[in-house]
């Protein structure tokens, strides 16, 4: 009886794999939050309240899931590391994964076993903190990731960034997306189509300006100023010359 019961349930798997792999995409995120705090010792909190939902009709078995993070951060002088992570389900249980990494990358893999049947969803908390060697003084660009790499569709989802407090937004550059800022935080919606990262200007300097940096302007501000005063004290050289004609 048992063995009937097990070549019936291995039958069933087998049904279910060879079914799902002919009707190709059968799972989605669809649902992809994340907060991203920006920390003035150079770290970055990151949270993500992501869902993975079957959307084939039959029931699956995820399997592995893989988020990549890449390790080259524009606007930083060295690589980013992974400083340490965290993964649970719904109840607040650690999901079990492993970290991998490459020169260019670092692969943080979840291992999911739990049958999801059609239309169901498995919610996943992942938690993680990077840091990098900051650049600039006055002004700090740093490039920030908005989503993994993952080779499963996201539908949606939102996304915040939030610098440390005391300082302003002096460039944002998120393509083709509505973002808005209020004070220290910016928001925008993100699905498949949103590019993988973002780059970020801030300082405690208030100067912000569409699709120009904030350092770019301040410098050029600063130069037409001493343009200005370079040439002020020209034409009063050349009025005490004729003076003294």
Same mark, same amino acid.
């Given at each position: 009886?048992?063995?009937?019961?097990?070549?019936?349930? *291995?039958?069933?798997?087998?049904?279910? *794999?060879?079914?799902?792999?002919?009707?190709?995409?059968?799972?989605?995120?669809?649902? $992809?939050?994340?907060?991203?705090?920006?920390?003035?010792?150079?770290?970055?909190?990151?949270?993500?309240?992501?869902?993975?939902?079957?959307?084939?009709?039959?029931?699956?078995?995820?399997?592995?899931?893989?988020?990549?993070?890449?390790? !080259?951060?524009?606007?930083?002088?060295?690589?980013?590391?992974?400083?340490?992570?965290?993964?649970?389900?719904?109840?607040?249980?650690?999901?079990?994964?492993?970290?991998?990494?490459?020169?260019?990358d670092v692969i943080i893999a979840i291992d999911i076993y739990?049958?999801?049947?059609?239309?169901?969803k498995y919610p996943i908390d992942l938690d993680y903190t990077?840091?990098?060697?900051?650049?600039?003084?006055?002004?700090?660009?740093?490039?920030?990731?908005?989503?993994?790499?993952?080779?499963?569709?996201?539908?949606?989802?939102? *996304?915040?960034?939030?610098?440390?407090?005391?300082?302003? *937004?002096?460039?944002?550059?998120? $393509?083709?997306?509505?973002?808005?800022?209020?004070?220290?935080?910016?928001?925008?919606?993100?699905?498949?189509?949103?590019?993988?990262?973002?780059? !970020?200007? $801030?300082?405690?300097?208030?100067? $912000?300006?569409?699709?120009?940096?904030?350092?770019?302007?301040?410098?050029?501000?600063?130069?037409?100023?001493?343009?200005?005063?370079?040439?002020?004290?020209? !034409?009063?050289?050349?009025r005490k010359m004729k003076k003294e004609d």
């Amino acid at each position: 009886m048992i063995l009937k019961n097990f070549k019936l349930l *291995f039958s069933f798997c087998v049904i279910m *794999f060879l079914t799902s792999t002919a009707f190709g995409a059968i799972e989605i995120f669809s649902q $992809y939050d994340t907060k991203i705090k920006i920390n003035s010792d150079d770290t970055i909190d990151i949270s993500k309240d992501i869902t993975l939902q079957n959307i084939h009709i039959v029931g699956i078995v995820p399997g592995r899931v893989e988020f990549k993070i890449g390790k !080259v951060v524009q606007g930083s002088s060295s690589q980013i590391k992974l400083e340490s992570y965290t993964i649970k389900d719904k109840h607040g249980n650690p999901i079990q994964s492993q970290l991998f990494e490459t020169e260019t990358d670092v692969i943080i893999a979840i291992d999911i076993y739990l049958p999801l049947l059609p239309g169901f969803k498995y919610p996943i908390d992942l938690d993680y903190t990077l840091s990098y060697d900051s650049s600039g003084i006055l002004f700090k660009s740093l490039e920030f990731p908005i989503r993994e790499d993952t080779s499963i569709e996201i539908r949606q989802g939102t *996304f915040s960034l939030e610098i440390p407090e005391s300082k302003s *937004f002096t460039y944002l550059e998120i $393509y083709d997306t509505d973002v808005t800022i209020n004070n220290s935080i910016a928001t925008w919606d993100i699905d498949s189509k949103s590019p993988s990262t973002g780059i !970020v200007e $801030y300082s405690s300097v208030p100067i $912000y300006y569409g699709g120009i940096q904030g350092s770019i302007l301040f410098w050029m501000i600063i130069n037409i100023l001493l343009l200005i005063i370079l040439v002020i004290e020209i !034409v009063r050289g050349i009025r005490k010359m004729k003076k003294e004609d």
